[in-house]
Nanobody, 122 residues
Framework: QVRLMESGGGFVQPGGSLRLSCAVSGSFVSINFMGWYRQAPGKERDLVASLISGGSTNYADSVKGRFTISRDNDKNTVYLQMNSLKPEDTAVYYC????????????????WGQGTQVTVSS
């Protein structure tokens, strides 16, 4: 069973910084995709940043230059460093990974974290 444990959310003033972590545990062969999504009240869940196994990253336009996604392969952990935070960044942030259980088949399996609240307010 794969488990995702998120941490690092909280309350911060505009212009502040937070770092989110998502540790992946369980038995699997590889993690092909690691991403952070966010969902504000009354809105859809949107992709914030993603990182694929080859190292390519992708960011939502609204966070480019302020957020950085990174990965520690030894710890199977993905991070989201959030700088220059704005009130509009307030949301529940979710980690998502795509897991492969075997290299013999192309199948991947999607797992989500429980979410962590980020509130940016003065």
């Amino acid at each position: 069973q794969v488990r995702l444990m998120e941490s690092g959310g909280g309350f911060v003033q505009p212009g502040g910084s937070l770092r989110l972590s998502c540790a992946v545990s369980g038995s699997f062969v590889s993690i092909n995709f690691m991403g952070w999504y966010r969902q504000a009240p009354g809105k859809e869940r949107d992709l914030v940043a993603s990182l694929i196994s080859g190292g390519s990253t992708n960011y939502a336009d609204s966070v480019k230059g302020r957020f950085t996604i990174s990965r520690d392969n030894d710890k199977n952990t993905v991070y989201l460093q959030m700088n220059s935070l704005k009130p509009e960044d307030t949301a529940v942030y979710y980690c998502k990974v795509n897991i492969k259980y075997t290299q013999l088949l192309p199948d991947t399996y999607e797992y989500w974290g429980q979410g962590t609240q980020v509130t940016v307010s003065s």
